[in-house]
């Protein structure tokens, strides 16, 4: 069988190497704002440059990690000894991406549903990016589980959007990782989350065939199938493993490039164990890694604190994390 060597296909296959991950850096002003004040650090804009600076600069980090997702300030910015962060990863190895959605705002007439906005422009905003270097492209739907919710609706209209982006990326050159994030907020048990994870991926790639989307040149990032965080009934991390590859074999064609695991909200240690447990099952007909935030991350900031002094101590940390993640993927090959 022939292998597409697009250029977007090439991408891809970059992004899940075997051994690497992604690195997610792409949070928003009011998302970087509260996890800078848990730890009295003002979010300024050189604060949160130095910041990122500390995590794109850290040694070997390209060892683990095949991108970085940045936020829409942080592509343009610069480094202290003066190439951009473009720049910066790019000497690791690692390839730079874009956060292009603009958050959530409420679904009207559907009271605790959100939407996500960004369509507006978009086409332009990618021709921008592109230009500055961006090479793939994330945007994220958010889907709640309570009482009746996600209705029906709210799964379509999420859907609709995230085709429409990933339809645009691939036009722009770039290639998309759709995230249909299903929170883990709640008391549910991990049956519902299968049910509502197994209705989202039928709507997506439904939409996404609608919209002619490629799947050998995007990305799927998921969540993984977990009960609610308040749930009381404690499942295994084999057990979490096993229903998150159903769902997945079940319902994401075989012809995506590859699926890269979210972390949301799990600790960094239970991420990591369960993206272990997940690959240990093997069997999968595309790569699984990862795309963690605060899993990779939260180590590497409170280690640094906003002092200049520790950025060894934090770097170091983030190579731990980034190193335990790898170690948790399939042998890559010698």
């Excluded at 992004?15 to 970087?32: H, M, R, Y």
């Excluded at 086409?123 to 994330?138: D, P, Q, V």
């Amino acid at each position: 069988m022939l292998t597409n060597s697009s250029p977007l296909a090439q991408t891809a296959r970059v992004l899940v190497a075997p051994g690497k991950g992604i690195l997610a850096a792409d949070e928003s002003f009011p998302t970087i704002g509260k996890r800078f004040a848990a730890l009295e650090i003002a979010s300024t804009e050189a604060n949160r440059r130095a910041y990122r600076e500390l995590l794109f600069s850290t040694p070997s980090l390209g060892d683990s990690i095949s991108g970085a997702i940045l936020f829409d300030e942080t592509l343009r910015q610069k480094s202290t000894a003066g190439p951009s962060f473009v720049e910066l990863l790019l000497s690791q190895g690692i390839l730079p991406g874009i956060k292009v959605d603009l958050g959530t705002t409420e679904l009207a007439n559907f009271p605790g549903e959100t939407i996500t906005q960004g369509l507006d422009g978009l086409r332009e905003r990618l021709r921008e990016y592109s230009g500055l270097g961006a090479r793939f492209t994330k945007w994220r739907a958010v889907l709640k589980i309570k009482d009746g919710l996600p209705t029906a609706t709210c799964i379509e209209a999420n859907a609709h959007a995230l085709a429409m982006c990933a339809a645009l990326s691939q036009e722009a050159g770039l290639v998309p990782i759709v995230e249909p994030e299903v929170l883990m907020d709640g008391d549910h048990a991990i049956d519902r989350t299968a049910e509502v994870m197994t209705a989202t991926l039928e709507m997506v790639f439904k939409t996404l065939g609608r919209h002619r989307v490629r799947l050998d040149e995007m990305l799927l990032k998921p969540a993984m199938v977990l009960p609610g965080a308040a749930c009381p009934q404690p499942v295994s991390d084999e057990e979490i493993a096993t229903r998150t590859l159903q769902c997945l074999r079940q319902n994401v064609p075989a012809a995506v490039a590859g699926i890269v695991f979210l972390s949301g909200g799990q600790t960094p240690a239970h991420a990591t164990q369960r993206l272990a447990a997940i690959n240990r099952l093997g069997h999968a007909p595309w790569p699984l890694t990862f795309s963690f935030g605060r899993a990779l991350q939260d180590p590497a900031l409170k280690a640094w604190h906003g002092d200049l002094a520790n950025v060894p101590a934090a770097q170091a940390a983030l190579l731990d994390r980034a190193r335990q993640n790898r170690a948790a993927l399939p042998p890559s090959a010698p």
